[in-house]
């Protein structure tokens, strides 16, 4: 049976024979859900080069019955530490070079895999393969993608429009509401902890909604996003309660340029550093480079933050299929601060943007 896992499995495979490898054990929970769809909390898999034969899926007792319904289409081992149960699976004759993904195992966990494996296993580093083919979307994860910036779009037009954010409600009572308009647009939950941050709370780039009140005057940016079908959206707008003062608009409308700059650059083969310094240009000729003290953007799929990272440190190059933050801020402490955040693919062409919320500096 073709499933969209068994396509990624092929991708993998692929990528193992490519790097000299006869298999990969995958221990990482959210690289097996990619790989099999299974959304148990305890898993891992073994990928063998040569085919589904040879790839054995590893649960305990309290999943059987799930893994029977999500991994129909492979062989499943019962076994509590699952990552040694495979382990113990292996058969050297066949798979001689075994890589392991060396960025999640601790020194201890691969003092015991080792001792369960049997000498003959050639164990290899292997950090990051899995991470690599998940920056690209499929058309199913770019359809979850589409959804939970759906339900996030939804829900902040709803708090608006229901007169949400006004003087006196809390930084809290914004986060809850906007959480349970989410939910009732299809949202599992939050795709993390929702930031509202009013006045000079909205100068820090990460704050946690406390029980300051909405105040006539202040900016207040709102950071948030979906969790559907295990993936996450991630927008901010910031709004102003009343009229905007000259110093607000001033900063926003810089944020707004530097976030279109950032959105211009997103193209097939750029490389990271440039689109984070695009955006950040417009900000630092305009005086405020101390003032923006974070990347520009990250890539987003089943995790909130994973693969790509656009940032001045960043190594490497867009690709066709990737699904990106772009969310440039300046903060200015004491008094307030913009960020402006959307989620976009890059295409071949123009990039496609799935936060669909205005970006016009809303006044509410
Ligand atoms: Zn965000
Ligand atoms: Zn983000």
Redesign the pocket.
């Known amino acids: 049976m073709v499933t969209g896992f068994g396509t990624r499995r092929a991708a993998l495979r692929q990528r193992l024979r490519d790097g000299g490898l006869d298999g990969l054990l995958v221990t990482d929970l959210v690289n097996v859900r990619y790989l099999t769809g299974f959304t148990g909390s305890n898993a891992a898999l073994l990928v063998g080069a040569g085919g589904e034969d040879g790839t054995v899926f590893c649960t305990d007792g309290r999943y059987l019955t799930q893994a029977a319904g999500q991994v129909p289409d492979l062989e499943r081992v019962d076994g509590r530490a699952s990552d040694l149960t495979l382990a113990e699976r292996i058969d050297a004759d066949r798979l001689g070079r075994v890589g392991f993904e060396s960025h999640r195992v601790t020194v201890e966990q691969f003092d015991e895999l080792t001792g369960r494996a049997g000498e003959a296993v050639g164990w290899q580093r292997a950090p990051g393969l899995v991470e690599a083919l998940r920056a690209i979307k499929d058309g199913d994860e770019v359809a979850a993608l589409r959804a939970a910036c759906a339900a996030a779009d939804h829900a902040l037009a709803e708090l608006i429009e229901a007169g949400g954010l006004r003087p006196g409600r809390t930084e809290r009572e914004v986060a809850l509401d906007l959480e349970s308009r989410m939910r009732e647009h299809g949202a599992d939950g939050p795709s993390f902890e929702t930031i509202v941050a009013t006045g000079a709370n909205s100068a820090e780039p990460h704050h946690r909604p406390t029980s300051a009140t909405l105040r006539r005057g202040d900016l207040v940016k709102i950071?948030f996003?979906a969790l559907a079908a295990g993936y996450h959206s991630?927008?901010?707008r910031t709004m102003v309660l009343g009229e905007p003062a000259g110093w607000q608009r001033e900063i926003y409308e810089l944020v707004a340029r530097a976030q279109a700059a950032g959105r211009a650059a997103l193209r097939p083969g750029a490389h990271l550093r440039d689109v984070d310094a695009a955006a950040r240009e417009v900000i630092a000729d305009a005086g405020y480079a101390e003032q923006f003290p974070h990347g520009l953007?990250?890539g987003?799929g089943l995790e909130?933050?994973e693969e790509p990272r656009l940032a001045a440190t960043a190594d490497g190059e867009l690709a066709a299929g990737m699904a990106v933050?772009v969310?440039p801020g300046v903060y200015l402490p004491g008094r307030g601060g913009v960020r402006i955040?959307d989620?976009l693919m890059v295409r071949d062409g123009e990039p496609e943007l799935l936060t669909t919320t205005t970006k016009a500096l809303l006044s509410v």
């Open positions: 950071d996003g991630d927008m901010t953007g990250h987003v909130i933050h933050t969310e955040e989620i």
